[in-house]
């Protein structure tokens, strides 16, 4: 095993803080685990060596970015945020809607299971009514995840929190251990890499953002500052859903709090 100098750990985490916005100061021998087999795989035989390889080499920094991201995720985490989404975000921003187009965005979705949930929601909920388009977006920094979330194949684990009866529609399995999900669900979520500390590139503000169990590894000043850009990124009455562990601060940004981890824009 290649152990990180002190050096080489402040360097490391600093990178990553400045970067991704990812706090790792406490995270030394997850570190070291996680990248054991890629610098083993690189043949390099200390971490300065394998710093010096990736700076400015943007496909050596994914690879190391897929290894350090925590993408823990399943289907109906957090479950009142989709009974929210049903009783009131959905009637309320459906209501006198001309355009008949929702914008929605899953902020750190890793592998697509909090996307795929809502498109489950909005697919009961809309039912026979037709002619809306309410398509996600679904981003995140790792390429490992978002690969794993189109192809949609997961775990009976993942799929537990889910009614019966969605788990028999929408997905097939043959060996009851791993679940393929259907391409008419697949269909509505469009993946796509961001990092969440550059500059948004969108041109139109969304109606609900999800950025869930994601800010848990940033500090608080960039927390702050991402709460500001979902802020000026949604629509007046449009809703921001945070992890139930997150707290937006209020005297910093100024959502109106409608229940914890569920804020709307004024
Ligand atoms: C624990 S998962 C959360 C998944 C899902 N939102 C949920 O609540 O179950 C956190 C995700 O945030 C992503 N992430 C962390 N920092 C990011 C950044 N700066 N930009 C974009 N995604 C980021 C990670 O790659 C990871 O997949």
Redesign the pocket.
Known sequence: MIHLTDREFQELVDFIRTN???NLSKKRLLIEARLFSVLAEKNVSSFTEYFNLIRGNSKELITMMNRL??????FM??PRHFEYLKNVILPELTENRRDKCLRIW?????TG??AYTAVMVMREWFGLQSGWDYRLLA????TR?LESAKHGVYSAESLRDLPAGWRSRYFHTQDGQTYLLSDEIKKEVIFRS????NPFPFHRPFDLI?C???MI?FDQETKNKLIQKFYDILKPGGYLLI?HSETVQRDVVPFQYIEPSIYQRG
Do not use: K, P, Q
């Open positions: 991704f916005g990812i991201t925590t993408n823990h995720t399943y985490r957090e899953s902020a750190g979705c890793s299971e909090e981003t995140d920094i790792s995840v961001l990092n969440l500390m999800f869930r169990n994601v590894y992890g």
